[in-house]
């Protein structure tokens, strides 16, 4: 099983709106900063949305800025990502990716190849 496990992905028409979950598999885990990732087929891996979870501190990329939103709920648990606005350019497989204080110590975003840790995925096909 995948240290993170991902969910809520799905079909759905323009203009709508997905929340996607992830969940570290082992209860007790917890990671500092986490953050949203999607590839589309023949693209690369991009970051969408990343969280620094000691203090709440967000960063989207230009392209889902001010329609997506990262956050956690109050337990820390669990990680959402609130998809709104949708568009087909939004279209591929979703990943929930975290590090440790190790990775994670200045807050700063980490690059993609700095992420330990992932899960498996989960599609969201935005169609017209």
């Known amino acids: 099983q995948a240290d993170l496990v991902e969910s809520g992905g799905g079909s759905v028409q323009t203009g709508g709106s997905l929340t996607l979950s992830c969940v570290a598999s082992?209860?007790?885990?917890?990671?500092?900063?986490m953050a949203w990732f999607r590839q589309a087929p023949g693209n690369e891996r991009e970051g969408v949305a990343y969280?620094?979870?000691?203090?709440?501190?967000?960063t989207y990329s230009d392209s889902v800025n001010g329609r997506f939103t990262i956050s956690q709920d109050e337990g820390k648990r669990k990680l959402y990502l609130q998809m709104n606005d949708l568009r087909s350019e939004d279209s591929g497989m979703y990943y929930c990716?975290?590090?440790?204080?190790?990775?994670?110590?200045?807050?700063?975003?980490?690059?993609?190849?700095?992420?330990?840790?992932w899960g498996q995925g989960t599609q969201v096909t935005v169609s017209s």
């Open positions: 990716a975290a590090a440790d204080w190790r990775i994670c110590y200045s807050g700063t975003p980490p690059e993609r190849l700095q992420y330990p840790t």
């Open positions: 969280i620094f979870r000691r203090n709440g501190s967000t």
């Open positions: 082992q209860y007790n885990t917890y990671y500092p900063c």
